[in-house]
């Protein structure tokens, strides 16, 4: 069965400085998709960033990053310049055949 | 695009009565999921369809839930009857085979059943 675990319920962050959450997965596929999801308070999930698993290269969005590292079955988030509004629940999520599995979630705040 | 769409937004019900929660997916999407999130679970899938079929609904709680798609712009996730334990936050998302697996979430429907 495909497992996504996130080991860290909460964090905290000051202001302008980097934060990263960290997201370890199990499957035997060698094909899949990985996402990151962010839930504000309002409970939209939205996407942060995707990653496809046959890319060597990290994803990057704005100040947004991912290190994945396929052996080790890690796809950690990197926020840097932490905003205000980055303050919320982060899902880290896999996905193959449509079989989607999502993580616990990481409730990050940002601290002024 | 208008984006996944989800009604109602809230939904307070009574223990026994039948709850209809509808879904429009992004149109040229061919896959949609139902989600629940509860503070005790996560995020779990219920069911998904692929093209308007219902591929898995492993996820499906019990008998009381029931999904359809009719066509392919529209869903529906039926409780009947409602308990307690249903009260949750459920999500609709969908996403286009094959066009890299993002998939795209509605704006849930809180659920109270009291």
């Known amino acids: 069965a495909q497992t996504v675990t996130q080991s860290q319920p909460e964090m905290s962050v000051q202001e302008a400085e980097t934060v990263t959450l960290s997201c370890t997965y199990d499957t035997s596929e060698n094909n899949y998709y990985l996402f990151w999801y962010k839930q504000p308070p309002s409970r939209q999930m939205i996407l942060v960033i995707r990653q496809e698993a046959y890319k060597q290269q990290n994803a990057t969005e704005n100040r947004f990053s991912v290190n994945f590292q396929k052996a080790a079955k890690s796809f950690s988030l990197k926020i840097s310049d932490s905003q205000l509004g980055d303050t919320a629940m982060y899902f880290c999520a896999f996905i193959n055949n449509n079989d989607m599995r999502f993580g616990a979630g990481t409730r990050l705040t940002v601290k002024p | 695009d208008a984006g996944v769409i989800q009604s109602p937004r809230h939904e307070v019900t009574e223990m026994g009565q039948e709850v209809t929660l509808r879904c429009k997916p992004i149109?040229?999407?061919?896959?949609l999921f139902w989600y629940r999130q509860t503070m005790m679970r996560g995020l779990e899938l219920l069911i998904y369809?692929?093209?308007?079929?219902?591929i898995d609904d492993s996820g499906m709680p019990e008998d009381r839930f029931s999904a359809k798609m009719p066509n392919a712009s529209f869903s529906t996730l039926k409780i009947q009857p409602s308990e307690p334990r249903d009260s949750a936050v459920y999500f609709c998302?969908?996403?286009?085979w094959g066009s890299g697996e993002t998939q795209y979430f509605g704006p849930g429907t809180r659920l109270l059943v009291l």
């Open positions: 149109s040229g999407h061919n896959s």
């Open positions: 369809f692929n093209n308007n079929v219902p």
């Open positions: 998302a969908s996403t286009r």
